[in-house]
């Protein structure tokens, strides 16, 4: 077993995925009874938005989701991770990813600069298991169980959860993403999924993945069928995403990212609605 297979994470069960969220908005989930809250996009290297969130909370933990290694020197990563794992020890995980080669000039077989990057991070002290690689094929999942704590997949479903769970074992973490909207309106809950996943048509590892997982060509590019859309993209009753949400853990996740697809306002409240279902507290 691996030293980062004998500390993986323990990150609760569910946790919140966005763009961001204020100090404020920390407290509010933290008290909800969610484990963490997950930080999309390509942040900078210096990660200076995390201290003040965890400063503001006492055990809610911060990923990010993730940091691409092309923006984003191992060096200065290194540096930030060690800042904040001493003021905030085993509070910060560090996610990182290849990104995607229709938005990155310099792209290169990013398997081996993947490769090369986890080097880095341990030349730099970034120990292995504080840190996630975002993952959806064999051979990616694989290295993200072998040379980190475990996998952060996107936009996947509990049959993807399963499949990753086999792959890369038991020990290693697995925290799949998994977006909402509470409404129990079909055609509402399609438009604003698809609105969420229209970028995502034009990269080509989301399609591949998707294709992987049984979904057809003419299902895969924009603007996506409706048993793709629902699959990815989960709505209903509280109960009824409730439910949802939980096949991940049945299928094997140890933790679920949800990222609720509304208006930052409403963020609160709709994690609110969510936490009993989700038997938080």
């Known amino acids: 077993m691996t030293d980062a297979a004998a500390r993986k ?23 909800l009874g969610y484990g963490a809250v997950w930080v999309g ?18 055990t809610l933990q911060v990923a990010t989701g993730i940091v691409n290694i092309w923006t984003a020197p191992a060096n200065e990563v290194a540096e930030s991770f060690h800042r904040i794992d001493k003021a905030y020890p085993d509070r910060f995980l560090l996610g990182i990813g290849v990104g995607h080669r229709e938005v990155i000039s ?11 990057y986890l080097d880095r991070l341990d030349e730099y002290g970034v120990p292995a298991h504080r840190r996630v690689v975002a993952a959806l094929g064999p051979r990616v999942l ?22 990753a769970r086999e792959l890369i074992g038991l020990s290693a973490f697995l925290a799949p993403e998994h977006k909402v909207v509470l409404t129990t309106d079909p055609d509402q809950a399609r438009a604003v999924g698809r609105k969420a996943l229209d970028m995502y048509f034009n ?26 859309v629902d699959a990815v993209v989960t709505y209903g009753t509280p109960d009824a995403i409730a439910a ?17 697809l509304t208006k930052d306002e409403n963020l609160g409240s709709a ?6 279902p989700l038997g938080l507290k």
């Not at 994470?9 to 008290?31: K, S, W």
């Not at 996009?41 to 006492?58: D, F, M, R």
């Not at 994690?271 to 009993?276: C, K, P, S, T, Y």
């Open 9 to 31: 994470p323990d990150l609760g069960r569910f946790g919140t995925f966005g763009r961001g969220v204020t100090p404020t908005q920390a407290r509010e989930i933290e008290a």
């Open 41 to 58: 996009g390509s942040p900078p290297a210096e990660l200076a938005w995390v201290e003040p969130i965890l400063e503001a909370t006492s």
């Open 106 to 116: 310099e792209y290169r077989k990013p398997y081996d600069a993947l490769v090369e």
């Open 142 to 163: 694989g290295v993200s169980a072998q040379r980190s704590a475990g996998a952060h997949p996107y936009l996947t479903t509990p049959k993807h959860t399963a499949q």
């Open 203 to 228: 990269l080509a590892n989301y399609r591949n993945n998707w294709k992987r997982s049984g979904f057809g060509e003419d299902e895969v590019v924009r603007p996506g069928s409706d048993r793709l």
């Open 244 to 260: 949802r949400l939980n096949e991940h853990l049945a299928a094997g996740a140890d933790h679920v990212p949800v990222q609720v």
């Open 271 to 276: 994690l609110a609605e969510l936490a009993g």
